[in-house]
């Protein structure tokens, strides 16, 4: 049963510190995006690649975030350094070249920035 | 820009039929998809409309009207495991590829 992976699951830093969360796609899939969800800002998209090309990160704060895709099998989201207010679940999802429409998340990171 | 509305609470009881709304407003539409989140866990794939009318998948079935900028989510037979966060995301220019989801609305089924 194909799933997209992430690790770690949980994460707890001190502020100012780096965290670096990691994604495995679902095997063939070409896009691959990074969304994080707060109570308050619910699920946000904060960035996308499409055959490892990033199309689009507006959403990222970008001087402290950044994402790469170094191989089809794995997709990186940096903070540095990060603040309290990085607190949140950060999800990582993949799609099939032609099913735009369907995404399919992994399980989460939860980050606890104090 | 874009914007979706949902309502933010719903109660049903087992066994009944319940139906989500959502409004949005974009430009360069593709189409409405619908997805489920268990408290803890992560959204899951649930229905996508590209075209007006009715999809029915199972208990689910998912209705859009791109004139009215409208679509819902129909639960029939309500189940105890029905209880759970849907939201509606819409898949728009300019990205394409990305969704833009609404706050969801928060379903509880009591018996």
């Known amino acids: 049963d194909a799933r997209v992976t992430q690790t770690p699951r949980h994460k707890v830093t001190e502020m100012g510190q780096e965290v670096t969360m990691r994604c495995q796609p679902i095997?063939?899939?070409?896009?691959v995006f990074w969304y994080r969800q707060t109570m308050m800002q619910g699920l946000e998209l904060l960035a996308y690649?499409?055959?490892?090309?990033?199309?689009?990160d507006s959403g990222m704060p970008k001087d402290r975030f950044s994402a790469e895709m170094p191989d089809a099998t794995l997709a990186t989201l940096k903070i540095q350094p990060s603040e309290p207010r990085d607190s949140a679940v950060y999800f990582c999802?993949?799609?099939?070249?032609?099913?735009?429409?369907?995404?399919?998340f992994g399980p989460g990171t939860r980050l606890l920035v104090l | 820009g874009q914007s979706l509305e949902q309502p933010s609470e719903v109660t049903a009881v087992e066994g009944a039929i319940v139906q989500i709304n959502c409004t949005y407003q974009?430009?360069?539409?593709?189409?409405l998809s619908w997805y489920q989140q268990h408290d803890g866990g992560a959204p899951t794939f649930l229905s996508y409309?590209?075209?007006?009318g009715l999809e029915e998948t199972g208990r689910f079935s998912s209705f859009l009207s791109r004139s009215d900028s409208y679509g819902y989510l129909l639960l029939q037979e309500l189940q105890m495991k029905d209880s759970a966060s849907y939201f509606c995301?819409?898949?728009?220019?300019?990205?394409?590829?990305?969704?833009?989801f609404g706050k969801g609305t928060s379903l509880l089924v009591t018996p």
């Open positions: 999802a993949s799609g099939p070249a032609g099913a735009q429409e369907t995404q399919y």
């Open positions: 095997l063939g899939h070409n896009t």
């Open positions: 690649f499409r055959n490892r090309a990033p199309l689009d």
């Open positions: 974009t430009s360069g539409f593709y189409g």
């Open positions: 409309n590209a075209l007006d």
């Open positions: 995301a819409v898949r728009a220019a300019p990205s394409g590829y990305a969704l833009n």
